[in-house]
């Protein structure tokens, strides 16, 4: 008898110490009317709020969002009282968001049993084999100035000698210039306009280019530094294999719930449509 008392004695000590820890990790926030609004009920909440609000911390929006879960429990319960359940309306409606959820949650978890870790892996290596992936970048200065006769006395100074960082910073209209002396850093063609990129990556590393080139900001005159092939990292790419995963995920979905479905349609009145 004493073994079983024992016994009896431990599984409530664990049953306690589970009670405690999920007491820890999902927090009662609030009592309405005897029932718990937990920081699970919150966490919820936030995640159904506009992008916007998404993007500040739940700390900073905690009481009003707290308030709008605490209002919302009170007015479900003020429907129940109301047996609101039993209106026609209501309950086609109430099915309607229960095939949603149960449509969502297909196309989720097929997403997400296709977009694990693993597989994103393997979806990055194969595109690392495509012709393309690696992309040109060049390190470039530039000085800008007004007009094309200010630009070509720029070229005869350093054609003299003069340092090209040293006369960013005393004639380049560009704000920059004073203080990193017009240098560019390493940037991918599409980044700038496409006269200056034309003329950046034709110039030889190590080189300032013959000519001024005109863009829309006036007149550049432009040194490249160096060259470069640049292997995107996953880090880079994930967003956009996810978001190709899913797509295509989605689009074998659809094609595999059609496939022997009977399937027929008609006109916006009704009608038959025609063969």
Same mark, same amino acid.
């Given at each position: ?16 110490? *589970? ?52 209002? *919302? ?87 003299? *000698? ?18 990193? *002396? ?55 790419? &994930?967003? &956009? ?22 399937? &027929? ?11």
């Amino acid at each position: 008898m004493r073994r079983f008392a024992l016994a009896t004695t431990a599984l409530a000590v664990l049953v306690l110490a *589970g009670s405690a820890r999920a007491e820890t990790t999902d927090p009662v926030l609030a009592v309405v009317n005897g029932a718990q609004i937990r920081k699970s009920d919150l966490e919820a909440a936030y995640q159904q709020l506009p992008e916007q609000y998404r993007q500040m911390p739940l700390e900073q929006i905690y009481e009003p969002l707290l308030d709008r879960v605490i209002d *919302g429990r009170l007015l479900l319960a003020e429907a129940e009282k109301e047996n609101l359940a039993k209106d026609p309306k209501v309950q086609e409606d109430i099915q309607r968001a229960r095939d949603n959820v149960l449509r969502d949650s297909l196309v989720q978890r097929v997403i997400d049993q296709g977009t694990t870790k693993e597989k994103v892996q393997a979806a990055y290596e194969a595109m690392k084999s495509q012709p393309g992936f690696a992309y040109e970048e060049v390190h470039a200065e530039h000085i800008l100035v007004g007009n094309e006769a200010d630009a070509r006395d720029v070229l005869k100074q350093l054609a003299n *000698g003069a340092d090209f960082a040293t006369v960013a910073k005393e004639k380049s209209t560009d704000p920059s210039a004073k203080s990193n *002396g017009g240098d560019l850093g390493y940037f991918r063609r599409e980044a700038m306009v496409p006269e200056f990129a034309d003329a950046a990556f034709s110039i030889p590393p190590g080189t300032v280019g013959k000519d001024p080139v005109k863009t829309q900001f006036g007149w550049h005159v432009i040194k490249v530094d160096d060259r470069r092939q640049t292997v995107p990292t996953l880090e880079e790419k &994930e967003p &956009e294999i996810r978001e190709q995963l899913a797509r295509q995920l989605v689009d074998e979905l659809l094609a595999n719930v059609r496939k022997g479905a009977k399937i &027929e349609r008609f006109n916006l009145d009704g009608t038959p449509k025609a063969e």
